[in-house]
C-alpha cells in the first residue's frame, strides 16, 4: 500500500500531523499501537486535568463559607471521580478518531516497524510512503535505586487508575507531575510527601513563584523535603520506606505508597529508528532543523522524541510545521515563547525568561511585579488568597518572560506567550479593550 505521508504515534503531534495533512490533501496512513490520543490524552494532559479539577470543586465546598455559602456536608466518591475521568478520556479520543476519519486518514492499529525511510511494517503488512513523520512519544522514567524492584511503587498510570485513598503518600520528584498529583491526593486528605533532589520544587520554572506555591502547599500539609536523594527503598508491613540523604545526614519516611515522578524520556527503542540513521544531539536526541527536518531527507521527528520540549502544545506546533514542510510553506519552529503550565490550585504558568535563566545568560533585565490583586475579578473569585504577576523586561521594555501565579493562570499566559513572541513592549496591550472584569485586564496594569 502506498501512502504520501506515514505518521508513527498518534498522540499530539502524530494526530496533528495526520489531520493537517489530510485536510491538505495527501494521501495518509497514521500507525498508533496503543489508543489514538496517546500518553496526553490516555495517562497524562488530560486525564490528571479531570482529576484536578474535581478536586478543586471539592476545595470549593469545603470552603464554600468565605463566599457566603452554607456546605451542610462535602465528600466525595473517588470510584467515581475515576469513572468520569475515564468517560471524558473516551469522549475526545472518539472526537480525534472522527477528526481523522473525516479526512480520509487510514488509522492502523498495530506496532509499526520501520524498514526504511519509504517503507514501513505493521503485522503481515508493508506500506510505502513518500514523507515519514516519527511521532512516538516519551516514556517514564524509573531511577536506579537500590530496592526499586522490590517495592509496589506507583508511576503516573497506576496512580491515575487508583480507586482505593491511601492514608500517606511520599512523591519521588517534584516537577509538574508530582505537583499536580500532590495537589490532588492533598486535596483529598491524604497525607503527601514530596521529595525533591533539587533546592527546590518546579525546576524550570521562576524560583520565585516555585516557592510562593511550596508555601502554600506546605500550609495546607505537605511535607518538602529539598536537595534529598534518594538513596535506598524498602517494603513491610508499615508500609513503603523511603531511604534520603541531604544536609542533615540520613534519614527515612515511610508512607502506605510511593509514587515515582523524576521526569520522561524520549521513546527511541522497538520501532526501527536505528534503520535511518539519524543525526543526534550531543544529548544523543534526535537532530532536527526548524522544520522539523531529520538529517535523511523526507523524515521529520516531531513531539517528545527530538527532546527539545516535552510538552504536548510544542508537538502540536511542530507537527503543523513539519506537515507545511512538506507542502512546500516557507515556515520555521520557535521555541521563544513555549508555556508551560502547572496546574495545581493556584495554578502557575511561565513563559519566556526566568530571571534565574536571565541572570545565567549575563542579561540585564529589570522586574515588574504586580499581586494579583490589581483583578477586581481575582479578588472577587479568591477570598483570602493573592497571586503574582510577574513580567521580566531589558533595558527598552521588551518583554522577556511572564510569570503567573494564581487562577486562571493556565488561560492568561498565552497573553504574555504573545508578547514574548513578538518582542513587544510592556505597554503593548495599553493599545486593546479588554472585558472589564476580567482577570486579564491585569496585562494593562503594566
Known sequence: MKYQVAIIGGGPAGYTAAEAAGKAGLSVVLFEKNNLGGVCLNEGCIPTKTLLYSAKIYDNGRHAAKYGISVSETSFDLPKIISR?????????????????????????????????????????????????????????????????????????????????????TIVGGGVIGMEFASFFSSLGVQVTVVEMMSEILNGIDRELAASLRAEYAKRGIKFLLDAKVTSLSQDEEGIHVCYQNADGANSICADKLLMSVGRRPVTEGFGLENLHLERTERKNIRVDSHLRTSVSGVYVCGDLNGVSLLAHTAVREAEIAVKDILGASEEMSYRAIPGVVYTNPEVASVGKTEESLQAEGINYRVVKLPMAYSGRFVAENEGTNGIFKVLVDESDTVLGVHILGNPASELIVLGGMMVEEHRKLDYFKNFVFPHPTVGEIFREL
Open 85 to 169: 475521568k475515564a468517560k471524558v478520556v473516551r469522549k475526545l479520543v472518539l472526537g480525534i478518531k472522527a477528526k481523522l476519519t473525516a479526512q480520509q486518514v487510514t488509522i492502523v492499529s498495530g506496532e509499526a516497524y520501520i524498514v526504511d525511510k519509504n517503507t514501513v511494517r505493521c503485522a503481515d503488512e508493508t506500506y510505502e510512503c513518500e514523507y515519514l513523520i516519527i511521532c512516538t512519544g516519551s516514556q517514564t522514567v524509573i531511577p536506579s535505586i537500590e530496592g526499586i524492584e522490590q517495592v509496589s511503587y506507583w508511576t503516573h498510570r497506576d496512580a491515575l487508575e487508583n480507586k482505593e485513598l491511601p492514608r500517606s503518600l
